[in-house]
Nanobody
Framework: EVQLVESGGGLVQPGGSLRLSCAASGFTFSSYAMTWLRQAPGKGIELVSAINIGAGSTSYADSVKGRFFISRDNAKNTLLLQMNSLKPEDTAVYYC??????????????WGQGTQVTVSS
């Protein structure tokens, strides 16, 4: 059974940083691309960032480029998202999602329960 458990969310002031983690199990983590999604209150799902299996190729939404950094530790079956210079508009529930295949362009098929990130003074 595929399981994705996000952690690391919380309340942070504008300009602050958070590091999200996603613990994956139930599949061969190193064989799939991974994605971070988010959903802000009253809005749809947004693709935040994605990473291929070898971490050599990544993708970011324009709204987070230069502030967020995705990485993966295949030995620990863990996906990470370092979020810097956070803005109130980054407030959302963040989800990690398992890719359908080796490339993130193929889409995703499972996601976790999410972790809340709130950016507010």
């Amino acid at each position: 059974e595929v399981q994705l458990v996000e952690s690391g969310g919380g309340l942070v002031q504008p300009g602050g940083s958070l590091r999200l983690s996603c613990a994956a199990s139930g599949f061969t983590f190193s064989s799939y691309a991974m994605t971070w999604l988010r959903q802000a209150p009253g809005k749809g799902i947004e693709l935040v960032s994605a990473i291929n299996i070898g971490a050599g190729s990544t993708s970011y939404a324009d709204s987070v480029k230069g502030r967020f950094f995705i990485s993966r530790d295949n030995a620990k079956n863990t996906l990470l998202l370092q979020m810097n210079s956070l803005k109130p508009e980054d407030t959302a529930v963040y989800y990690c999602a398992k890719g359908v295949g080796v490339g993130y362009h193929l889409g995703y098929d499972y996601w976790g329960q999410g972790t809340q990130v709130t950016v507010s003074s």
